[in-house]
């Protein structure tokens, strides 16, 4: 299994962005999706995670009503889109998927079995 983050950047306080993250390896849509961050001297967070359907999401407190998670299951992605930045939304964001598949929506880290290697996200002035 190979996921692919792409789309990090560094963007002003206000601005929005949209990260990407490609999957191969593995029945795509049979499994649920994740975003995870880490900044700087901070334990891995979970972000946001998606259903194998789409239908089901989870966003955890810190950006609800900010970020919307997304996936297109032809093109094997999934897509997490960030408005509102703030400074505290710095740090490399991860993309995570399941060992097996499913119809349940994960939420903590645990639940997940395969990671990307990341795409850096900087929200500064």
Request: a negative charge.
């Amino acid at each position: 299994v190979q996921l692919v983050e792409s789309g990090g950047g560094s963007v002003q306080p206000g601005g929005s962005l949209k990260v990407s993250c490609t999957a191969s390896g593995l029945r795509f849509d049979e499994h649920a999706m994740g975003w995870f961050r880490q900044s700087s001297g901070n334990e891995r967070e979970g972000v946001s995670s998606i259903s194998y359907t789409g239908d089901s999401v989870y966003y955890a407190d810190s950006v609800k009503g900010r970020f919307t998670i997304s996936r297109d299951n032809a093109k094997n992605t999934v897509y997490l889109e960030m408005n509102s930045l703030k400074p505290e939304d710095t740090g490399m964001y991860y993309c995570a998927t399941v060992f097996e598949g499913g119809a349940y929506l994960p939420t903590t880290e645990a639940d997940f079995g395969y990671w990307g290697q990341g795409t850096r996200v900087t929200v500064s002035s």
